[in-house]
């Protein structure tokens, strides 16, 4: 059975513990499927595949398809339409949520929850769902455009938001708001869509893979990255990023 994440943001644990190692964050609208219950916590796989523990009370089945998606860094859900109450939630760029629209209400739209609750969501700050269709050109803009939407986001490892992101996890979300779909880790072993390609072949949206860590090249020498060293995601040059381009292991494209 697939099951929803009900809560805006929720951790993966590499083990069903508090103090664990967080692997990975799921966010409201991921869909999952549970592989195991462990008290409190239930083992889960991924829609992309990526397997860890998360607290079971964050999952729920799901009542409807979403077909929105989050488009702005935080969009609040009111219980009114109009922007003069405190959100009931929040909800991260990136969340997947069933949004229906009335002529009657013009800035608004009506998110319905898995709990039956009906809340409003500004038009602007949700999108259609992307399909990973467009052409090369359209596609690689994206990921360039969705990639600096980060920047000076604070470095979290296994984040995948606003909130704190990681390496891997920017690259991810920057494909998965594109409709695309890579691997979870900085791991170009586990990506089957990618190939291997030379640096000078690299197009911006392509894959710079470091031991441990990954980088979008955003043409002209230049790239983004979360990185654990200045704390946030930067984005920076082959001239300024010598000794870490001096470890480069592969240059990998989608397309």
Known sequence: MTYMVCYPLASVSAEPDLMSEQVDEVIYGDECEILEE?????KIRTDYGYEGYVERRALIEPLHAPNRIVCVPQADLLPEPRNHFRPMMVLPRGARVDVGYSHEIPRYGVAVLPSKRAWYVHKQHVRPLPSGLGSE?????????????????????????????????????????????????????????????SLEEAKPGDMLFFPGHVAMYLGNGEFVHATAG???????TFENAKELMGRLSCVATYF
């Open 230 to 236: 200045v704390g946030k995601v930067v984005r920076d």
């Open 38 to 42: 462990v008290g409190a916590y239930a």
């Open 137 to 197: 050109e359209e596609l690689r803009a994206g990921l360039v455009r969705e990639a600096l939407e980060y920047l000076g986001t604070q470095y979290r490892w296994g984040g995948r938001t606003h909130a704190g992101i990681d390496c891997s996890g920017l690259v991810f979300m920057a494909y998965r708001l594109n409709g695309l779909t890579v691997w979870r880790d900085a791991d170009f072993d586990k990506n089957d869509h990618l190939r291997k390609i």
